[in-house]
């Protein structure tokens, strides 16, 4: 996955952009995700639905994946199973 | 990546938020979103290899800007402010150019250049007109969203080039997004030109914070529009807080309730002018920020806490530290190093180094980059013991008396603890002894005496040492500063070459 990808939900309406890739298959509400959305959306899988926030980024435990959710939806970002966190942004004062 | 991404998110969240107010025009995300979009059609039917703006701040610059990015194209907002020559010099090196504002100059200076030329109002038509039925499509390019030249004190300027994933490093890792409430107002008065003019357009679009556009910086419009568009947030350089604090002061009245916060940056700040704002404005936030061109604008701050805590201290270590431009971001690597590239330890002076995604450090000519990815900032600086920087002017602007480097701001400082002194600078001046010495030209106070050369000598040699004692003094009414409040040392050296 080369930064800049944009990749999109099988199961939800999440859309993120990928900011550091790796080989990683991604998943979203328990199906890998996709370049172009299906016509008809797959079943969310429970166990994978707690839902995306807009403007979060999302990173695995490695810190070798990172993700902008620039739509949200009702799935949970995930690699191999194991669900992605999310990436505080540092609460700095405004400076420009 | 692209740029474009934080425009379009604003306008998914918000398509009807007003994200800009501009003589007189509010426009929504969704509109500003939709020109811009349009804006690359035309850039892209163009053919062009550039976007350059000539123009003052307007509606412009944000859809030229997020335009141009779509397209893959650089954005080059160019100094109109320039002499004639500079700016034909700057206009052939962008050529063929879509080239918005002011179109009769363009073609006077670079008539050859195969410009497409666009006024203002021009570009925005076409760019509105574009918008519907807009491709949409996300051009890759050279990966460069813009190219800014620096002011190039001793040579041609460098072009300066900024790419999408530096622009959306800094933003992506100091702003959250949709984080302003709907009633915040960014007051934005910094030229196009300047890296601050572009990163404020960025990060006011990304946290949904309404932009408040002043074309071009005046204290009393200034004062107005805070007051009418009931702004929140505002970024200035010093002298144009100096130049609204003397309003204020001379009876001009403003109701400036609605301000949060004013983050400065971009020249030195004295230290009496800061003073005279904290207690002008005591519900405001003060932020300095302190950033270059090439790193895609702040790299260190000195937030509101910062402040407060320094202004109330009577601890000289802490409240020295009004005078510094804060810590470094948490998102980037700084050291400060000799002339060998060793690292040196806290209070030690050196030359800044960064290192971090925001950090460009290229130009069109070359990467100023090491091996390791670290940019020599050629700024000088040091460290203290909690981590706060102090810069100590350019690297370049070191005064070397007979093998022995002098930092300018060491001496300055000094001067600027007499009491009768309201501003210095130190130079190097030409010594046949020497090869260089000292030179230094000082503001006297109003109200004050001119204190004698004997005494300043004196001053400097018991803080200091006899090596910095300046052989050549000068008094003058003020100093020179360029419209972005940087004190322009080469004038002052070439003062002391003259006589």
Known sequence: MKPGTKLKSAVCDTEVMVIRGSDASVECGGAPMVDEKPAEPGALDDAFAEGTAMGKRYVDEAGSVELLCVKAGKGSLAIDGVILKTKDAKSLPSSD | MNIFLLLQMAADAGPDRVGLVCDGRRWTYGELAAAARGAADVITGAGCTHVALLDESSAAAPIALFGAALAGVPYVPLNYRLADEDLGALLARVAPACVIGDVARAERLNADGG????????????????????????????????????????????????????????????????????????????????????????????????????????????????????????????????????????????????????????????????????????????????????????????????????????????????????????????????????????????????????VSGEYRERSALDAEGWFPTRDAGWLDADGYLFLAGRADD???????????????????????????????????????AVGIAVVIRPGHERPSDDELKALIKDRLRSSRVPERIAVVDELPYNEMGKLLRRQVRAMFQDS
Not at chain 2, 412 to 435: F, N, Q, Y
């Open chain 2, 398 to 436: 070191v005064i070397v008396r007979g093998g022995e480097n002098i930092s300018p701001g060491e001496i300055e400082d000094v001067l600027d603890s007499h009491p009768a002194i309201a501003e210095s600078v130190a130079v190097g001046v030409p010594s046949v002894e020497w090869g260089e």
């Open chain 2, 115 to 358: 410009h497409k030329l666009f006024t203002r109002e021009a570009f925005l038509e076409a760019a509105e007109a574009a918008a519907e039925g807009a491709s949409g499509e996300e051009r890759e390019g050279e990966g460069i969203a813009a190219q800014i030249f620096t002011s190039g004190t001793t040579a041609a300027p460098k072009a300066a080039l900024l790419r999408h994933s530096n622009l959306l490093g800094y933003i992506l890792g100091t702003v959250d997004f949709m984080s302003a409430d709907e009633d915040d107002a960014q007051l934005v008065c910094v030229p196009p030109y300047h890296i601050a003019g572009i990163s404020a357009l960025m990060s006011s679009i990304y946290s949904m914070r309404r932009i408040v556009m002043l074309p071009a910086f005046e204290p009393d419009e200034w004062l107005r529009l805070a007051a009418d568009e009931k702004v929140s947030n505002a970024f200035v350089v010093p002298t144009m807080l100096a130049r609204i604090i003397e309003r204020m002061e001379a009876g001009v009245e403003a109701d400036l309730s609605s301000l949060q916060s004013i983050a400065y940056g971009g020249g030195r700040m004295p230290p009496e002018l800061i003073e005279r704002a904290l207690a002008l404005f005591p519900e405001t936030n003060f932020t300095n920020a302190y950033g270059l061109t090439e790193t895609s604008s702040t790299i260190a701050l000195l937030g509101p806490e910062d402040h407060r805590t320094a202004f109330a201290s009577s601890d000289p270590a802490v409240r020295a530290r009004l005078g510094s431009v804060g810590r470094p971001l948490p998102t980037i690597e700084l050291e400060i190093r000799d002339e060998d590239g060793k690292v040196l330890p806290a209070g030690e002076r050196g030359e800044i180094y960064v290192r971090g995604e925001q």
